[in-house]
C-alpha cells in the first residue's frame, strides 16, 4: 500500500509541474526588436487555451505566396477583461495584427494588438517585454 501512494504522490509531483515547465517568458521566445504588423490577414484558426490563447492567420507576401503564422495572446482571463470572448475571431476574419517576432525566426509573433474585421482595436497582450 505504501509503494502506491508514493507512486501516486510521485506521479501527481510530474503532472503537477508541466504547465510550470510549458510556460516561458517574453524575453526568451521574442524579440522585442522585431515589430511586426500585418493588415488585413484571414484567420484560420483561434485555441483559447491557458497559459495563453493563441491563433493563427494566413499572410501573404508580395508574390503572392501564402503562410501560416501563429500569434500568442495573452491568457483567456485577461483576454476576457479586455473585452475578448471566445467568438471575437472567426475563422475567415479579416484583421490587422501588430506584435513582436520569435527570436529564431520562425513564424510566431507576441500579439499586442488585434483590430478585429469589425474595426475594433483589441488589446491582446502586454505591451512590455517582461509581460507574459
Known amino acids: 500500500m505504501r509503494a502506491k501512494v508514493l507512486v501516486l504522490a510521485a506521479a501527481l509531483g510530474v503532472v503537477m509541474t ?8 517574453f524575453g526568451s521566445e521574442y524579440d ?26 494566413d499572410v501573404k507576401d508580395a508574390k503572392g505566396v501564402v503562410t501560416n503564422w501563429n500569434f500568442e495572446l495573452a491568457s483567456p482571463n485577461v483576454l476576457k477583461r479586455n473585452g475578448w470572448t471566445k467568438n471575437t475571431l472567426k475563422e475567415g476574419d479579416k484583421v490587422t495584427v501588430m506584435g ?30 517582461d509581460g507574459n
Open 18 to 25: 508541466v504547465p510550470v515547465l510549458a510556460h516561458h517568458s
Open 32 to 57: 522585442e526588436k522585431k515589430p511586426l504588423k500585418f493588415e488585413n490577414v484571414t484567420v484560420t484558426k483561434l485555441e483559447w487555451t491557458n497559459p495563453h490563447a493563441r491563433f493563427y492567420v
Open 100 to 129: 513582436t517576432a520569435a527570436k529564431d525566426g520562425a513564424r510566431l509573433g507576441h500579439a499586442q494588438t488585434v483590430i478585429g474585421p469589425d474595426g475594433k482595436r483589441l488589446f491582446a497582450g502586454s505591451n512590455t517585454a
